[in-house]
């Protein structure tokens, strides 16, 4: 069946911009996640997501970057007035997540590789 | 708090060397261990994982042995080949969240 996709695949920005990023999880996954892979800080944990409702959100590194995810579906990652440090490759999962204890496989999507100039 | 240490690379091998890529954790409770892997041009893919202690994980001919008392999953391989050149990735969870090593790659030559 369909892996995680998302889009756009690259985004060049210019600095201040706002840019939204789509992630399309695999069909009836409850639990969707976003990461940040960049070159200074590997990769990191932004935001978790069960069905329509974001119980962790302590990853988001500033107040600039919201998310929504709608009809326990596609997740939409929203980063405002970028700024150069937020270069980097936006990575999306999704997990059937029965058990909340971590032994859930998460299945990653490409990517969306963001640049701001 | 939870974190993973994992060997720098990169690591060069030649084909058909024995593989170890060491991966050593700390968290609190008992956490499930996993490894992904990243080949060129490619998304992060899971490699395998052991979600108690003592479990091995093996997949494609890699396997990883879960070691609670040197709290350690190390990543071996009897006999590399030139498709195994990738990033791999030792990650720990005790609930939704991945926390990651830094990444290791690996340089296979023919």
């Known amino acids: 069946g369909a892996g995680v996709s998302q889009s756009p695949s690259n985004k060049v920005t210019e600095k201040g911009k706002d840019v939204e990023l789509r992630c399309d999880p695999i069909?009836?996954?409850?639990?969707l996640y976003w990461y940040r892979q960049s070159l200074g800080q590997g990769l990191e944990f932004l935001i978790y997501?069960?069905?329509?409702?974001?119980?962790?959100k302590s990853g988001l590194p500033s107040d600039r970057f919201s998310a929504e995810r709608t009809g326990g579906s596609v997740s939409t990652l929203t980063i405002q007035r970028t700024q150069q440090e937020d270069s980097a490759v936006y990575l999306c999962?999704?997990?059937?997540?029965?058990?909340?204890?971590?032994?859930?496989?998460?299945?990653f999507g490409p990517g969306t590789r963001l640049t701001v100039l | 708090g939870n974190s993973v240490t994992q060997m720098e690379g990169p690591v060069t091998l030649s084909e058909e060397a024995f593989l170890t890529i060491n991966c050593t954790y700390t968290?609190?409770?008992?956490?499930?261990l996993f490894w992904y892997v990243q080949y060129p041009g490619e998304g992060l893919q899971l490699l395998l994982k052991?979600?108690?202690a003592d479990d091995k994980g093996s997949n494609k001919g890699f396997e990883a042995t879960y070691r609670k008392e040197t709290t350690s999953f190390h990543l071996e391989k009897g006999s590399v080949q030139v498709s195994d050149s990738a990033v791999y990735f030792c990650?720990?969870?005790?609930?939704?969240?991945?926390?990651w090593g830094a990444g290791t790659k690996l340089i296979i030559k023919p």
């Open positions: 999962a999704s997990s059937s997540a029965l058990s909340g204890r971590g032994t859930d496989t998460q299945y």
């Open positions: 052991a979600t108690k």
């Open positions: 968290a609190t409770g008992y956490p499930s």
């Open positions: 990650a720990l969870s005790n609930n939704y969240q991945l926390i």
């Open positions: 997501f069960q069905g329509n409702s974001a119980p962790d």
């Open positions: 069909s009836g996954h409850t639990a």
